[in-house]
């Protein structure tokens, strides 16, 4: 391959967003972060943003749900690019952080779209018991 890291990392996050959409991988991640939200949203009771105890217990459930799905993912993920990286870095000169680096960048706009996703239905499920926009900061954003 012989390209610099920079052109790696281009490379790298061409595939990963051609395997993302090509594999309709958006689906499932858009089905797995709204039924993740709506269902913590339910469980959490009408108290959340209401109640201080009810918003933290909401807010925790819906970070350990994200937690574990992130780390499901990259499981998953790791796993089946195995025998890939294996084979780039013997063939082909694979720089391994700019493969990982091409990773990094795109899950962290995977991530940013699911933490927009789960605003909004968070919000939407709870608008009527938020009061101000102290309490949560992205009400500006979304009026």
Request: charged content about 15%; aromatic content about 10%.
């Amino acid at each position: 391959m012989n390209a610099s890291m920079g052109e790696q990392i281009k490379i790298y996050f061409g595939k990963n967003s051609r395997i993302f959409f090509n594999e309709k991988k958006y689906i499932s991640i858009i089905l797995s972060t709204v039924l993740m939200t709506l269902m913590i949203g339910m469980v959490t009771g009408s108290e959340m943003f209401a109640q201080y105890s009810a918003t933290r217990n909401g807010a925790f459930a819906l970070v350990c749900a994200c937690i574990w799905i992130g780390i499901f993912n990259s499981i998953q993920s790791i796993c089946k690019e195995r025998a890939t990286i294996k084979e780039e870095k013997r063939n082909n000169g694979l720089d391994l952080m700019a493969y990982t680096l091409a990773h990094v960048l795109f899950d962290a706009i995977i991530c940013f779209c699911e933490a927009l996703l789960v605003t909004l239905i968070i919000f939407l499920l709870k608008k009527n018991n938020i009061q101000g926009e102290s309490s949560f900061p992205t009400i500006t954003i979304l009026k």
